[in-house]
């Protein structure tokens, strides 16, 4: 029952000496990665594959259903990973151990299709939408280490950028160092430039513009 307790995106893993059972659980959406392996000796997690992959005894031996799936597109065993061994846990599950025996998975959340808002007018729908959507953002604000957010020429990136202005004005000393982080293209058809620094003047934040075209690309980034 602790994942649905919690609220944000996480990822956690945890040992019961006592019952001797192991337990893991992902958000909702998967926004926060997992990995597991199990092995002779015990089971191992981490947020990423190489960091299994590392430990003593553990070979890096590709999986072919997996690498099959990649080449044809067509993706359906979503636990599995490139690397044998190694399963990822599912968002909005809990992965965890029962009388000692392998790891099994179980989707502790699903979207409740059922719940409809209903609003009198056009103008409601609105203003609940915008204040989700500002809550959303002022939770991924409650960090301790700096953001960075990619501002392209599109309505949700610079939505999100300029809602972000509006609660540092409101809450500046409380928030985290915020920067924003743009690619800049030749080709007419793909320029977002005037878009982006029309975003950019509006807010306080400094901008990061690298060139996406030239051959700079990975020196700028």
Known sequence: ?????????????????????????????GAKPCFLL???????????????????????EPDPLIVAEYL???FQEFERTFFKGVRRVLPAHIASTHNRGSVEQQRWWHPALEEQARFPDHESYFRHFRELLEQAIDKRLDTDFAVGCHLSGGLDSGSIVLLADQLYRRHGRERPPFDTIAAKYLQPDCNEGPQIEAVVRATRFRNHAFDADGPGLFKDL
């Open 38 to 60: 199990e092995q002779s000796w015990g089971i191992a997690f981490a947020s990423e594959p190489k960091q299994l992959l590392c430990l003593p005894g553990v070979h890096a």
């Open 72 to 74: 044809f597109l067509r």
């Open 1 to 29: 029952g602790l994942p649905s307790r919690l609220d944000g995106e996480f990822a956690f893993a945890a040992w019961d000496e006592v019952n001797r059972r192991f337990f893991a659980a992902r958000d909702p959406f």
